[in-house]
């Protein structure tokens, strides 16, 4: 790879991140990491992704700007199609808001297919052709690759396996539509569940944790959440079959989730589809930063 340095945003539910991606010949680098609350309100996150630009122009030389976004993302035209979890108004063209505004050129592409493209640069993925991506964050996003190449659909909606129903009568979605699979997996899912069992608030992040550590009530948690992951991995497995699953994403960073989905997913998965390997991503949090570097 040749050496440049790419301005690269992660934009999702809860946060914006942002640094600059220096592309080197065996790997990357990322300065001026920084790590923003994503705004509430409507046309605020543009403004404010707007500021980071200007903000980074001052101090910086880059060659270009690359912006992952968690939602159905129109990559060819810059349009941001909807995203259910970030408050951007439907058919935002956000490339030509950027180029109008600040006078910055920017690609964008969907946050997990920005991750895809990384895990395969950098990743454990490289020697696969068609793969499954996931990543778990405040919902569920999802990529296929197939034959080397992603697959978008026909309309920008090929793997969004978060709103994969899982429960037609189930909990509601940010989507409309009612028992998604991230309304039981994801990040606020698991958050959601334990404050229905313990109406106490914590964090997705400290229940994996605890859970981990033998605390009861925690572990409680994580294994339902894992119950309703193994049902969405069979879906998966059963309808895609893949070579490979790599998962990636805060809510699985503690392995003990994705080993007790694992077990579940051999019992219920159809036999040939015992085959698949289902990984856990290692480029960690970064991962969608660097993709969108590499747009
Ligand atoms: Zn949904």
């Known amino acids: ?44 996150v543009v403004q404010r992704l707007m500021e980071l630009i200007v903000y980074y122009k001052k101090g910086n030389s880059f060659n270009r700007t690359g912006i992952g976004i968690a939602g159905q993302i129109d990559h060819e035209n810059g349009i941001i199609k909807h995203t259910p979890n970030i408050n951007i108004p439907d058919n935002t063209n956000l490339k030509k808001i950027i180029k109008e505004t600040i006078g910055e050129n920017v690609e964008i592409e969907n946050d997990v297919k920005c991750f895809a493209l990384s895990e395969n640069v950098f990743g454990r993925v490289k020697k696969y052709h068609n793969v499954v991506y996931l990543a778990i964050g405040t919902g569920i996003g999802g990529a296929i690759e197939i034959d080397d190449k992603l697959y978008r659909g026909e309309n920008n909606i090929a793997g969004e396996f978060g709103h994969m129903v899982i429960d037609s009568n189930g909990k509601k979605c940010a989507c409309g539509n009612k028992g998604c699979w991230e309304q039981y997996v994801a990040g606020r899912a698991i958050e959601k569940l334990y404050f229905e069992l313990y109406k106490q608030k914590k964090k997705a992040k400290e229940i994996a944790i605890d859970s981990a550590r033998g605390v009861k009530k925690d572990k409680k948690v994580i294994k339902q959440a894992s119950s309703y992951f193994a049902t969405g991995l069979v879906n998966i497995i059963n309808t895609i079959n893949p070579e490979v699953i790599v998962i990636g994403g805060s809510v ?40 969108a570097g590499l747009l």
């Open 252 to 291: 699985i960073k503690q392995d003990e989730i994705l080993k007790l989905a694992k077990k579940e997913v051999l019992k219920k998965v159809l036999i040939p589809g015992k085959k698949t390997i289902i990984l856990k991503s290692k480029l960690g949090n970064e991962a969608t930063l660097v993709g």
């Open 1 to 44: 790879m040749k050496n440049k340095k790419i301005l690269a945003f992660d934009i999702g539910g809860t946060k914006i991140a942002s640094g600059i991606v220096e592309f080197k010949k065996d790997g990357y680098q990322i300065f001026d990491y920084q790590k923003n609350a994503t705004p509430k309100d409507k046309k605020e």
